[in-house]
């Protein structure tokens, strides 16, 4: 183990995203080199590198992805160009981080975990909610029988971040009929890859799901497109889960519920105990964590030690930067120190065959079991 060793790192895409969550995550990491950033706008490459001081920057992906200082590839660009750019990443043996969802379906996604095991390079995929030490506290607590065995496991992830149809659509794939007979998936695609990552982490493979999708907002805003759209877009789903272990779940996925972004709930019921993660700013905290036994069943606060938390950050902490400082403290420690993998390639391409059964379910109106064949 050298800890005095830097990770280079190249991260393509340096817009919103980048900018909220990636780049203060690698600039508060003394472990990281920022070596060179780049963006098709040019501009936005050049305004990134000034403010997180990263050393080059490259308007032509594959210049990045070649540059011999760069050992990480960070894919933070928008969803339809993730499977190209990975795909190539790896190919020059860079490990890579990619945003989620890390590929449109799940064939895809198997393809790209593929490639990094065959090329033997590490990957990460951006589940932001895995790095709650709310969250994280609760899978230790499964992990190491605190909580007994799981009956039930509820997911939320509800907000009314598109409850305005001026505020616009985002990742929709481009040149698509936007009144298809079924809702276009957005809601379980855009949150649902998170929520079923995290359920998939907490209670094990998923066995079957049966769905439904609803559009609520008859016109919207749609990036890229001029004026209001009428579209048929799934603004929320709902969907029961039978898992592999016998234990239950339920999950709803909605942009157009009331409440603060991200709006994540996850609560899980054991035999011998009971806990709920919450993360939802409220007063100013990122996130609560509650828990109840068999024998005390009213639910307690459970204040965590800061230990739980990267350097420098608290639950006051923006809860973007929060998540994401904790996600590169625990990537970066991975690849210098070879630790285990934690929300891989492989674990985007589950989340993604889930979405992808919840979405069938829907349309022919059945449960769907899982896996779904071609990988395991
Ligand atoms: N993990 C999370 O919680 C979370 C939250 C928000 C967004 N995301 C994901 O992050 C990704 C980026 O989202 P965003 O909101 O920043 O998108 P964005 O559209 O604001 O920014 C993407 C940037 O990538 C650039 N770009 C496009 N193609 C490129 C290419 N081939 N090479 C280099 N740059 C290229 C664009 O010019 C743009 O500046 C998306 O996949 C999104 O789903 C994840």
Request: some cysteine.
């Amino acid at each position: 183990m050298n800890t005095k060793r830097k990770l280079g790192v190249g991260v393509l895409g340096a817009h919103t995203w980048a900018e909220k969550a990636h780049l203060p995550g690698y600039a508060a990491d003394p472990r990281v080199d920022l070596v060179a950033i780049c963006d098709v706008v040019p501009e936005r490459a050049n305004a990134m590198a000034a403010m997180f001081g990263v050393r080059k920057v490259y308007s032509d992906p594959q210049a990045l992805v070649n540059d011999p200082a760069i050992e990480m590839v960070d894919v933070c660009t928008p969803t339809d160009t993730h499977l190209e750019l990975g795909l190539a990443a790896i190919a020059a043996g860079k490990h890579v981080l990619c945003e989620k969802p890390i590929a449109r379906d799940a064939a895809d996604a198997v393809r790209l975990a593929r490639a990094a095991q065959a090329a033997g390079v590490r990957t990460k995929v951006g589940f932001t909610f895995r790095y709650s030490p709310a969250l994280r506290q609760i899978r230790a607590w499964i992990a190491d029988g605190t909580l007994g065995q799981i009956f039930h496991i509820h997911g939320l992830e509800q907000n009314s971040q598109f409850l305005d149809p001026l505020f616009p659509l985002r990742q929709v794939p481009a040149g698509i009929d936007f009144m298809p007979k079924h809702p276009i998936p957005q809601s379980i695609v855009g949150y649902g890859s998170h929520l079923v990552d995290l359920m998939r982490w907490m209670g094990g493979e998923f066995s079957s799901v049966a769905a439904s999708m609803s559009s609520y907002i008859p016109q919207r805003i749609v990036r890229g497109y001029e004026g209001l759209q009428r579209i048929n877009a799934d603004d929320g789903t709902v969907a029961l889960v039978e898992f592999a272990s016998g234990a239950q779940g339920m999950l709803q996925t909605s942009i157009v519920a009331v409440g603060s972004y991200p709006g994540i709930e996850i609560r899980v019921y054991g035999s011998k105990a009971a806990a709920v993660g919450r993360l939802v700013t409220e007063r100013g905290d990122a996130e609560t964590l509650h828990f109840a036994t068999a024998e005390n069943v009213e639910f307690e606060p459970v204040i965590l030690p800061a230990s739980h938390y990267p350097p420098g950050t608290s639950l006051k902490t923006e809860w973007r930067e929060l998540y994401y400082r904790n996600l590169v403290r625990i990537w970066v420690g991975e690849l210098l120190e070879d630790g285990p993998p934690d929300g891989d390639f492989h674990d985007g391409a589950k989340s993604q065959e889930i979405v992808d059964a919840c979405v069938r379910a829907h349309v022919e109106r059945r449960w769907v079991d899982l896996p779904s064949g071609g990988h395991g």
